[in-house]
């Protein structure tokens, strides 16, 4: 037995084994609540938190819980179709694992962690810049899977020139360009707990980490955290970068679709905007020759004040979807609305706090256990509304409640259109 | 004295008398209160509970909440009569116990209670497949009372024509066909409850389950919790059977209206089906020549997400409402609710928990409390909405409040057409 | 100083000056929590309580709650006119004090004090059927003071006629005849309580009793709790005579507009019905000869379910506004629900639970107090919307919010008719 | 070092920095609570109350909550331009010091540290009449800043004759005629505490009061609370002018435009009035010729029953938008609140609670960081909604959601008039 697996059982028995733990989660509320339990309050409000009010992130899961469903029963349903493509690359279900940044703060491997969970889940990991293990490191990880990487549109344009050969370079198939970042959000449970780079806590705070041994042991263990990814293209003091990393002061405010144009020249492979949330802007992406558009609020996490994703999706499907394929993030909690995103026009959805809450309450066993819930969650809607495919949902699994504030705009069901 | 009074006398010196208990009741939440300190937390939550998020049986309930009344006054409402006729049985009130799998639970003789109390209240009683009591044992206890029959469509073709064998003769006067079921709902608090079958309940559970001495002492001393319909048909083991019938590996997700036709063929008596939630399954269900359509969502049991049964029915009976009877359950809770059904279409009512809440406070005089106690709630709504008979409903006594998500959806008032 | 202004004089020392104690309210809700202190629970209850789930109760305060108004400022408002006229009946302020039965529980001499306060304020007391206090007596303490008198139809029509003659007699101007009850609204507090009449309380609620001294003392030193004017019709024994009443089985449910149009002819008074709550009722009332409809559903006391008042008043406005007079009760809380019904066309107010908190919390004091709240209320909200009297209210000092379910209803908006 | 200066350094270490206390503060709620823990219950609810039942102060905050962004990203916004113009005073940003009575009863030198803060920051200062200081020594205070001054329509109109000249003489750039208090709101929170002037306290409240020693040691050395600006008009025993004022006996309910035009006559400077909340007295208001309309509630505190500013807005800005500018205030807490009044036409707002919070919570140093908080949020909503300057806002950043109850009513979308 070599002495790392020897580890790793004797750790075991110390915190308990993650595959039994979130084994128990049969929710991802379950998840969530697991890794409130496990990492310090300082971690998990910097993943379950949003901007100023968390208006948004409210808006997020209402805008899902308002819509009903309109099922077919007695139709044949005995097999049920998860799997679809997006952008080209196919995927076992309609969930990814979206871009985080800082990721490594909730678990020791997270980033290696997320990785090999989405490869095994047949399923796309799109990483952020932000991680703490390089863009190869984690291809490695990620192996026969399906990759995309994150970029924001840099100041300096000889950096993102070099992520686009490294990301060709290590196997990533699409890039996800963040456009709702020209400033940071103001997230204020940070401010208030205290969270800089490199975490600097306040006692209060300290104390309250000292109660989690298991994560302390992983962060004085694991790997740093750092921006892997920067520190080889050779930007210099670490604790300096984080600091302009957060602060944006790397990347620019000054961006235009014409940053983006010039990104599409250089970039063979897929190519898609995430942060869109109105009709101009994603026609204005696809101008710029983007394969995809992910309608999304950051999780809520940037402005304060904008609408729930899933709202804003029917108006830029009818306008750009026959062109380019229109995705989601921001406040999937279960298979349902996973369904709904779909049926109005999505192609697949992407996760966040989900799959962070799994690599917090479990590591790799956790974010897979994420995947598996929403599969169930998505297999069992599929067969309760009557539809054999997420590829053949379409508006007419949605029962527009007389008063529902889209009632007036259901486009025309096309109910003999299904199975 | 026999033994078995005797027995009895003593045990209501320990456990109170069930009948002054039930009388304590004034409403059917006070039935529920009850249930839930006199029987396990597992038990209780099994029938309290639904799926997920429990949003739909919210909706179920504010669906309801959310209509007002248009009442007239000064009307001769001295005699109010609360009889009717679901396809050809007549009823002594609008409401009807419907199937609930796993009735056996809630008490000792739950299934027998129930027959007995629906008989003596002159309503129909409708037990599921998944009884404890065989089908005709329950029609015995019955005796001279209505009584339909649950069904789900099997893999087996030859069970349930072996079904329809027996029901008939047995009695049943009527088949009804459950539709929302191609697979089991996700009931998050059973999992967490750790409720499987037969119960095998974590330490926690057992603890909780020991405070409540009556109920294990009917649970021992009564008939075994098995499927007993099943175990008739030359089911094998119990323990897999259950695990089988709960998983619906014994029905399936592949029947179609193709197979309600072929039961169309073979079963003389009245058949409707259960769960029907669209215009399009409801014209299905007449083009194969069924009987009658309860609309319901298994009170929020199986699709969360669904709408409210209140909000699809009126499209429901403008549909098919001249050739078949719509019924409807899901979220009765009081008589007025009754009464909104059946004046947007509804011909009666079915209920769930309201009389497992029943049973549990008190057996079968807990089940009659439960009908008393609507009965008493509709007539006063008669009375007070100035209508002299639950078949002179119809629209006109609802008030839609302007703003109402029906109120453009409003059928034309017929003021002039009632008493 | 005579031995009962002693004895008052020593109360006072024991309980407290009732004048100083109602000062300290400064508003109903505070002479609610006064009354609460003050009455044993069942009898707080009793009136502040209502239906089922009182969601009706509810829906009263949130249809005021929801209208906004739209105020005119730099107009001269320096002197404000409360004044109006009811059925020819002048009064001050345009709120009345309602009929409310066993009004005598909730102080010594509640109706008595109610009637005198009333005088005093310059507003119309219309006591109940169901008083303590003989209507003439009443009528004797309410002297120079303008009062109306609480009708049942009764079953017995030399009951009514008596009472009519009775009432002339002892210089009623109006009768108000209630419709809403056909039958006894389910008031589950007072079921739970163990309410009935005489008083028979079950041990819990002795020993919470037990602790209100005052109200004991005034409740064994003062008139019995009996129905006086059905005594004095010669109706027997007491207690009979109550649960008699109580169960309306003296009145009755088969009561027509015919009934309605019989007492027309033998009263030549004004004639008022309360409790109509639609057009088509509003429309008979007048072809029956009333001279106003009094808007109302018994303060949700009756069927729960009923839409709020202030909801229905501008339909019946519309419709029979011009040959009757409008009244609306129910959920009267604050002087700007007196001025938002008035603006939708009411005529004036009647109270209910606010004058009987008062008469709990303070005797006489009280509900002059209550009156007092409202008319300074009114006065303040008159000033900050710019109207100069209650008789130039209309409907544009309603500022319908946009989405609100009265918009598109609107009347036209008159600006240029105010001051 | 000076006796003030080493006395103030004493104190410092008592009571803790001023300066570095806010700075935790990161939010306007976060030096509410500052301020809650610090002053007098009494003073605190002074502040932060409103009239009766507080719907209208919950109103104002739902009015912007429900409205969302429409976003547009790749849009250069490197700089942001805040600054902007009132009534041809330049400020740095669209937010001013509105107008506050008592101000000094939340800090020492409430008056003179709010000048001082405003002209810091850039912005106008409109004290109220109702300062302890008077309006030349806030003068002197603000220095070079800009400042307007409140006034109320007096009864006797030789006193605000001799404000105008006074104001003239002291440099005020513009009147400020507070119309909506004909006569004092109900704000039941004071009478709760037993608030009047000068502070006469019941028991309760002076023992809670002794807690905040700080606040007593400013008040006991600080200038005293008194109507300085009426002290100078002759007015006599102060005790009782403060009594006067309080109840508006100074000032009219007799107001009317003629008075307003009166004073147009008279005053040379920006004349604006405050307090419009409808179209009909926004128009009367342009007709006497002022140069700007504040669209406020009083934050609330006058009458309840008011709408959200927000929701009035748009049709006064369509009414008069294009002959005066228009001003709102009212429920501002966050940057992003500021960015939808001015994109639904206000050209800048006024903030009350939000600078006195800051008073309370550290001096000059809290009104500052009040300014700095929205002014930081401002920047941050304007880069990530994309819009590069406050004069650029119009409503197409507004994404009405469907439903909404202004979607009906949305300008058209000059999607490309923005950058």
Redesign the interface.
């Known amino acids: 037995m070599s002495e790392a697996v020897f580890g790793s059982k004797v750790l075991e028995r110390l915190w308990g084994d993650p595959e039994r733990r979130v084994a128990r989660a ?2 991802i509320e379950d998840l969530r609540l697991i890794a409130k339990r496990r990492i310090p309050r300082v971690c998990f409000d910097f993943v379950d938190g949003a901007s ?2 968390e ?2 992130m409210g ?1 997020n899961r209402r805008g899902f ?1 308002e ?12 097999k049920r179709d998860l799997s679809t493509e997006v952008c080209g690359t196919p995927i076992s279900l309609p969930v990814m694992f979206g871009p985080t940044g800082l990721t490594r703060i909730v678990s020791a491997n997270a980033e290696v962690d997320a990785a090999r969970a989405a490869a095994a889940a047949g399923t796309v990991y799109c990483p952020s810049t932000a991680t703490s293990t390089s863009m190869e490191h984690i291809a490695a990880a990620n192996g026969g899977g399906s990759r995309w990487f994150q970029l924001y ?1 840099w100041r300096d344009r000889e950096v993102y020139e070099s992520f686009v050969r490294r990301a060709q370079g290590a196997g990533y198939e699409g890039l996800v360009v963040t ?2 970042v ?2 940071a ?2 997230r ?1 449970r940070d ?2 707990n205290g969270f800089t780079l490199p975490l600097r806590l306040p006692l209060r705070q300290r104390i309250e980490a000292a109660r989690h041994l298991e994560w302390i042991w992983g962060y004085l263990t694991g790997p740093p955290l750092t921006f892997a990814n920067l520190a080889e293209e050779g930007f210099g003091d670490d604790a300096a970068l984080l600091g302009q990393m957060v602060n944006k002061e790397l990347t ?6 014409q ?2 144009r010039s990104l599409r020249e250089i970039w063979p492979g897929k190519l898609l905007v995430k ?4 009709v ?2 994603a026609e ?1 992406a696809v101008a710029c020759g983007v394969d995809g558009i992910i309608v999304s609020n950051h999780g809520g996490r ?6 729930a994703t899933i ?2 999706l029917p108006s830029i499907v009818a306008a750009v979807g026959d062109r380019v394929e229109v995705l989601l993030d921001s406040g999937i909690r ?1 298979g ?1 609305d996973v369904v ?1 995103a779909l049926a109005l026009g999505a192609k697949a959805v992407l996760i966040g706090r989900p799959y962070l809450w799994g690599l917090a309450a479990g590591g790799q066993y956790g974010a897979a256990r994420a995947l598996e819930i929403l599969r ?2 998505i297999d ?2 599929l ?4 539809c054999d495919s997420v590829r053949n949902l379409d508006p007419s699994v949605i ?1 527009y ?6 009632a ?2 259901q486009p025309p069901m096309a ?1 003999a259109g299904r199975a």
Not at 383 to 386: K, L
Request: proline share 5%.
């Open positions: 049969f929710s100023e009010d208006v948004t808006l819980e819509l009903t469903f309109r099922p077919r029963y007695l139709v044949d349903v005995a549109l456009v709702d020209p400033i959000g103001k204020e401010y208030r620019t405010a000054s961006s235009t679709y940053d983006l942060g869109t949330m109105s101009a802007d204005q940037q402005l304060d004040g904008l609408p709202d804003v279960r349902s709904k169930e969650e069992l809607c067969a309760m509304i009557g029962e409640r007389p008063g529902h504030r889209f007036s705009q109910e």
